[in-house]
């Protein structure tokens, strides 16, 4: 006769109790099911209050009755999650692996610091000064699908990673700074052939100050 062990016994006694038993999901049968113990994966980002109404959410449900789409109204609240996935353990262990977006820069607004993830929005999530994760400072008026626009341009240049500060202008005029202190205007005309510009300027000139580009075909340079 065919033995059952650890967990394909409790499955079968799962199974056997299910088919002689009228689930009332009011009467909360299933109580041995009921969540006990929440782990959250990768929530690195994920704010206190979205954390507490799903945690408030699931103390209430067993492992058999979690609805995902009222867990999604939940984390569609974050400006973090891009997507979760939940695992059970049985009988009352729920794991809850989050998927989010990542920090790329760091708005400067009203003399506080904010996080802008790489969906492009300005979060509240405020920034600790003495942790900026080598993040870019941004200041001046920020517009989400102009600075999406230049900053899938600039990616692909060398010098992206040696920008420290983007100052944003009235007219989608940018200036840039760079950490070896390299000061760069831009002008408001064919900005990748600007790039191109300053990144052929910039191999070339080795104690490179400031570089003007605001001009069409004049450019300004200072390398004393």
């Known amino acids: 006769m065919l033995e059952l062990k650890g967990k394909k016994k409790f499955f079968f006694l799962l199974v056997l109790f299910l088919l002689f038993t ?4 009011k009467s909360e049968i299933f109580t041995f099911l009921n969540i006990k113990k929440i782990i959250f994966i990768n929530d690195n980002n994920l704010e206190e209050n979205v954390k507490y109404e799903v945690i408030n959410y699931l103390n209430k ?4 009755n979690i609805e995902n789409d009222k867990l999604n109204l939940y984390f569609d609240k974050s400006q973090w ?9 049985y009988p009352n262990e729920l794991k809850i692996t989050i998927f989010e977006y990542k920090p790329i820069a760091i708005l400067k607004k009203k003399n506080k610091l904010y996080f802008i993830n790489d969906s492009f929005e300005v979060t509240n999530k ?16 920020y517009k989400k699908d102009l600075f999406k626009e230049m900053y899938f341009k600039l990616v692909n240049f060398k010098f992206y990673n040696e920008i420290k500060n983007i100052k944003l202008l ?3 005029r940018w200036e ?3 950490k070896n202190n390299i000061y760069v205007k831009l002008g408001n005309y064919e900005i990748l052939n600007q790039l191109n510009t300053l990144e052929k300027i910039i191999n070339k000139y080795k104690n490179l100050k400031y570089v003007d580009l605001r001009n069409k075909g004049r450019v300004i340079i200072n390398d004393k």
């Open 61 to 64: 449900k067993n492992l058999f």
């Open 81 to 89: 999650i891009k997507s979760f996935k939940i695992n059970k353990k």
């Open 176 to 178: 840039l700074q760079l």
């Open 126 to 141: 405020l920034v600790n000064q003495r942790n900026n994760q080598n993040l870019i400072y941004i200041e001046g008026n």
């Open 170 to 172: 009235n007219l989608d």
């Open 22 to 25: 009228t689930y009332d999901r």
